[in-house]
């Protein structure tokens, strides 16, 4: 399997701070097709997770532009360049390279 | 828009089987490219990725899991389902239903996401 490492676990950010997250898959996820299918969700609390990034950098209709993603081959990394409240909440990278699909354990923004 | 909607018992005793069935509205679940995937998360854990069907009835299951998995699919219905057989105390969990799409080109990993349904396994 491939195992999605992220980090940190836990992320406190001052309201209109940056935040940075990082994905590190164990094999590279680059797929036959030349695409790298690592995507990004957030989970808000008590809701069901939405997807904000698709294709490594591709964001989401809907998504704010706040959000980017960036990376390739093994390395990944979600930013918010100034996070809001409504951001809080957990976010997973996912790879959908190679069966079976694999999350990250989770990076959990809080506001400070 | 597609819309997911779980549905089934939310309490199963050990070693029984668990039984839930996603209805798909806002499209058809027998689109080509279609496919039809189940994610768990334990309380306060993390996501797992359980398997898929395809809109013509082929799947692809979880190692971790293969042993007690079946995913099936009612076109007539615009369902699918998920079955985990004997179950314990660790399949306790929120299950979803997601999409997946894919075209000639690319894949769209779960673009869309039942609210969740909270199964417990006690006696």
């Known amino acids: 399997d491939v195992v999605m490492t992220q980090s940190p676990l836990s992320l406190p950010v001052t309201l209109g701070q940056p935040a940075s997250i990082s994905c590190r898959s164990s094999q590279s996820l680059v797929y036959s097709d030349g695409n790298t299918y690592l995507n990004w969700f957030q989970q808000r609390p008590g809701q069901s997770p939405r997807r904000l990034i698709y294709k490594v950098s591709k964001r989401d209709s809907g998504v704010p532009d706040r959000f980017s993603g960036s990376g390739s081959g093994t390395d990944f990394t979600l930013e918010i360049s100034r996070v809001e409240a409504e951001d809080v909440g957990v976010y997973y990278c996912m790879q959908g390279t190679q069966w079976p699909y694999t999350f990250g354990q989770g990076t959990k923004l809080e506001i400070k | 828009q597609l819309q997911l909607q779980e549905s089934g018992p939310g309490l199963v005793k050990p070693s029984e089987t668990l039984s839930l069935t996603c209805t798909v509205s806002g499209g058809s679940i027998y689109s080509s490219g279609s496919y039809w995937d189940w994610i768990r998360q334990p309380p306060g854990k993390g996501l797992e990725w359980i398997g898929t069907?395809?809109?013509?009835?082929?799947?692809n299951y979880n190692p971790s899991l293969k042993s007690q998995v079946t995913i099936s699919v009612d076109t007539s219905k615009n369902q699918f389902s998920l079955t985990l057989s004997s179950v314990t105390a660790a399949d306790t969990a929120l299950y979803y239903c997601?999409?997946?799409?894919?075209?000639?080109?690319?894949?769209?990993?779960?673009?869309?996401w039942g609210q969740g349904a909270l199964v417990t396994v006690s006696s």
């Open positions: 069907i395809s809109h013509s009835g082929n799947t």
């Open positions: 997601v999409s997946v799409r894919s075209n000639s080109s690319d894949w769209y990993f779960f673009d869309f």
